[in-house]
């Protein structure tokens, strides 16, 4: 089951018990000797699991908690994966780079419509609410300036 892929300590204990139903000492003695190997660690899984997401797409604190909630991970465990990700990783990069590929695909948001369907789009990326204001404001500033300089290159 672990070569297949990667299992928190919950997820296997659930599979065992759903495919083979061993005795529950037994079930205790086999997962302490997978930990004890190194097979089974819930916090090595987050961070990797964590590591990977955000190499491959821009997401949030918030839906990699969710993802890994998901996964059957604990709370106090995905707290410090989390935290632990996110020092190597800067948010503020993340939702920029996430911005810019909204912004490449669909463009940049025109009215307010466009703005509240960015602003959704990040939110269901994971990112902070604060975060995610405080880059639109950014977003709106630097339209602004734009519209500005092109309307005195066109005088």
Same mark, same amino acid.
């Given at each position: 089951?672990?070569? *297949?892929?990667?299992r928190? /300590?919950?997820?296997?204990?659930?599979?065992?018990?759903?495919?083979?139903?061993?005795?529950? /000492?037994?079930?205790? /003695?086999?997962? @302490?000797?997978?930990?004890?190997?190194?097979?089974?660690?819930?916090?090595?899984? *987050?961070?990797? +699991?964590?590591?990977?997401?955000?190499?491959?797409?821009?997401?949030?604190?918030a839906?990699?908690?969710?993802?890994?909630?998901?996964?059957?991970?604990?709370? @106090?465990?995905?707290?410090? *994966?989390?935290?632990?990700?996110f020092?190597?990783?800067?948010e503020?990069?993340?939702?920029?780079?996430?911005?810019?590929?909204?912004?490449?695909?669909?463009?940049?948001?025109?009215?307010?419509?466009?703005?509240?369907?960015?602003?959704? +789009?990040?939110?269901?990326r994971?990112?902070? +609410?604060?975060?995610?204001?405080r880059?639109?404001?950014?977003?709106?500033?630097?339209?602004?300036e734009?519209? /500005?300089?092109?309307?005195r290159?066109?005088?």
């Amino acid at each position: 089951m672990l070569a *297949a892929r990667p299992r928190s /300590e919950r997820q296997l204990r659930e599979r065992l018990l759903e495919k083979y139903a061993p005795a529950p /000492e037994l079930l205790d /003695e086999c997962i @302490a000797r997978l930990k004890e190997l190194g097979y089974i660690d819930d916090r090595r899984l *987050a961070e990797n +699991y964590a590591s990977s997401r955000i190499a491959g797409k821009p997401v949030g604190r918030a839906r990699l908690a969710r993802e890994l909630t998901r996964k059957q991970v604990g709370r @106090a465990t995905i707290a410090e *994966a989390l935290d632990a990700v996110f020092e190597e990783t800067d948010e503020d990069a993340l939702v920029d780079r996430a911005i810019e590929q909204r912004v490449r695909t669909h463009g940049r948001p025109t009215d307010r419509n466009g703005v509240k369907r960015l602003s959704d +789009y990040l939110a269901r990326r994971g990112f902070n +609410y604060g975060l995610i204001a405080r880059k639109l404001r950014a977003l709106a500033t630097e339209n602004d300036e734009n519209e /500005e300089y092109e309307m005195r290159n066109d005088d």
